[in-house]
């Protein structure tokens, strides 16, 4: 019983993974609220178990206990064997998901949301981050790719894609990750680097194969190419420490086979 306020207190993708706990956290108390980065709130207000989702800066309300998300894992004695999952735990809406399937390529018969860089700001992202040009082996006629590059240089890319690639960019149409998850909704596949948009996806329970360096963040674990955190997503790992042309190589023929 009583309120349970859990704050999210490290980067966004942390927060679409181990926001997963609210529901078991639901069922020990009787209400859970979340305080989480502004620019996830509105998605995350889909997130079952969740009675309130508080952004950064507003006022909080009531609580009787508060906790860091990432806290949560440990208090439950999560093993590997013993993540929590029963199907998609983050939820586009109808109504936007609609709008967005209105606006695919059309005569395209693969649709591809692509990533390729982090926030240049965070302090190990020369690791992930790589340039629009370096996924040039992707493109192949009836493939149509999407920008889910959000903001700065690396977004701008979009505007002169690789040869043969078939570039969509809505630019401003994408306003927040509820606008994203609408369209990832209706793509057949999300290719990313290691980012929040990873998370999302895999979330959603959106097949997403995710681009990584030979020595990823712990969540990826190591020799494998599944995910116990999610499910649909496909690990495309670096074989040589920074060279990314095998993992490249490899999600070219993967796309190839979703085409055929």
Request: charged share 20%.
């Amino acid at each position: 019983a009583g309120t349970l306020l859990l704050h999210a207190e490290q980067g966004l993708g942390d927060t679409l993974q181990f926001v997963r706990f609210a529901q078991l956290a639901a069922v020990r108390c009787g209400t859970v609220l979340l305080q989480c980065q502004p620019q996830i709130a509105g998605i995350l207000r889909s997130v079952r178990g969740l009675s309130r989702v508080i952004a950064r800066g507003e006022p909080l309300p009531a609580f009787d206990a508060h906790l860091p998300l990432m806290s949560l894992p440990r208090i439950f004695r999560t093993t590997l064997d013993r993540i929590p999952w029963d199907g998609p735990y983050v939820h586009a809406a109808p109504r936007r998901v609609a709008a967005w399937r209105g606006m695919l390529a059309p005569q395209a018969r693969l649709h591809v949301g692509l990533v390729w860089a982090g926030r240049p700001d965070y302090w190990d992202d020369r690791k992930r981050s790589i340039s629009l040009d370096m996924l040039a082996p992707l493109a192949a006629p009836g493939i149509a790719f999407y920008n889910l590059q959000w903001g700065g240089e690396a977004a701008a890319q979009a505007a002169a894609p690789p040869a043969g690639m078939r570039m969509v960019d809505f630019g401003d149409r994408i306003r927040d990750f509820s606008e994203t998850a609408a369209l990832v909704r209706c793509l057949d596949v999300v290719i990313a680097v290691d980012t929040a948009m990873s998370h999302l996806a895999g979330a959603m329970g959106a097949r997403t194969w995710v681009l990584l360096p030979q020595a990823p963040e712990w969540r990826w674990l190591l020799e494998r190419e599944d995910s116990p955190w999610y499910p649909a997503t496909r690990l495309f790992r670096q074989d040589v420490d920074g060279d990314w042309s095998g993992p490249i190589r490899r999600i070219a023929a993967a796309l190839a086979g979703l085409k055929s």
